[in-house]
């Protein structure tokens, strides 16, 4: 790959699921912005939608509530748009919520259950009109974008996670999370032509986000078990799919960021979390503290917007409180913050 790259808790509650105090923004000022999926409480049925507005500063709270009168559901997990559709995976509701992006109005809540039982789906993303949804269960559902129905479904490893597309492939993070201590260890390989798993690759205890660089190579963070077996990010050669290289750092998040990536990684010398540049084309770690999180409580997300040029933290604050999504410049200085739902995870960017 490189020379590829060469040449190339009651209160909270309450608020959440309460009256909203912020009046709604209007339909046609959903544009350059960030819309905040917060993932509520576990079993409260409270995500939400938070819109930011970027041209006034604006935040409108419970979007999603205020758009279709009734609530999103329990525990957002992730947010996409494609085409002129956003897709927001609800993890223990076991839905796909499918909103028109210009209007944010519900146009189908996809049922994710096989029977009574619920699939639990986790990450989503896309290609060739067609949608891949990872599920606890054990399979990537694939859904028509047109049609907003589930055409098949591929079996994978146990309770997949994170997923990323590199050289026509799906690569498919088996965390095996619900078995513990007896976590999967593999990356599945399905090819996006035939629809069909090709290959397992191990590549170390319990992985969870995947992430390709602009150079075809994949990058996952193997969670380990918390305790002795620590974190760490493995890349992966996506021509010949083998492991390649382990970082010898506790990573636990990978954001792209330009043709880089930021990765948060605990550093056991100052006990604190922290936000390194990782270079890559060289492949190394370029500044190991590349901004300050003095404002930051809990980093639950981390997302830059090449539309504007910034980044932005997701503040879980004690995970029961209101959080707060954190704007910082290029170079990795605090600019100021917004006050968001319960548990903001994912963002997605309105130009």
Request: proline content about 3%.
């Amino acid at each position: 790959m490189r020379l590829i790259k060469f040449l190339f808790c009651l209160c909270l509650l309450l608020y959440s699921c309460g009256k909203n105090n912020e009046p709604p923004i209007e339909t046609e000022s959903i544009s350059n912005g960030a819309l905040v999926l917060c993932e509520g409480l576990f079993q409260q049925n409270n995500a939400q939608l938070s819109f930011v507005s970027f041209n006034n500063n604006q935040i409108e709270n419970n979007v999603f509530l205020n758009r279709n009168g009734r609530q999103l559901g329990d525990t957002g997990n992730d947010i996409k748009k494609y085409g002129n559709k956003i897709y927001i995976v609800v993890n223990v509701s076991s839905t796909i919520e499918v909103l028109d992006a210009n209007t944010l109005s519900s146009i189908k809540q996809i049922s994710m259950m096989n029977g009574n039982t619920a699939k639990q789906p986790r990450a989503i993303v896309f290609h060739g009109g067609l949608a891949f949804v990872s599920c606890f269960d054990g399979y990537v559902d694939v859904i028509d974008t047109t049609s907003l129905s589930i055409n098949s479904r591929i079996q994978v490893g146990s309770n997949p996670d994170g997923l990323a597309i590199a050289n026509n492939k799906l690569y498919v993070g088996n965390s095996g999370g619900l078995n513990s201590p007896l976590m999967d260890s593999t990356v599945s390989v399905i090819d996006l032509n035939t629809l069909q798993e090709i290959k397992k690759i191990t590549v170390g205890m319990n992985p969870g986000t995947i992430q390709a660089d602009p150079f075809g190579d994949i990058y996952v963070v193997t969670r380990g078990n918390y305790t002795s077996i620590p974190s760490r990010m493995k890349r992966l050669n996506s021509v010949s799919d083998s492991l390649e290289q382990t970082f010898d750092l506790d990573i636990s998040g990978i954001s792209s960021f330009n043709n880089d990536f930021l990765v948060t990684y605990y550093d056991f010398t100052s006990s604190q979390n922290n936000v390194g540049l990782f270079n890559t084309y060289t492949e190394e770690l370029e500044l190991d503290s590349f901004m300050p999180l003095e404002e930051v409580q809990t980093l639950y997300g981390l997302h830059y917007n090449p539309s504007n040029n910034k980044i932005y933290i997701s503040d879980a604050m004690n995970y029961t409180n209101t959080g707060y999504l954190r704007e910082y410049d290029a170079e990795g200085s605090y600019l100021q913050s917004f006050h968001v739902g319960l548990n903001p995870s994912k963002v997605l960017f309105y130009e």
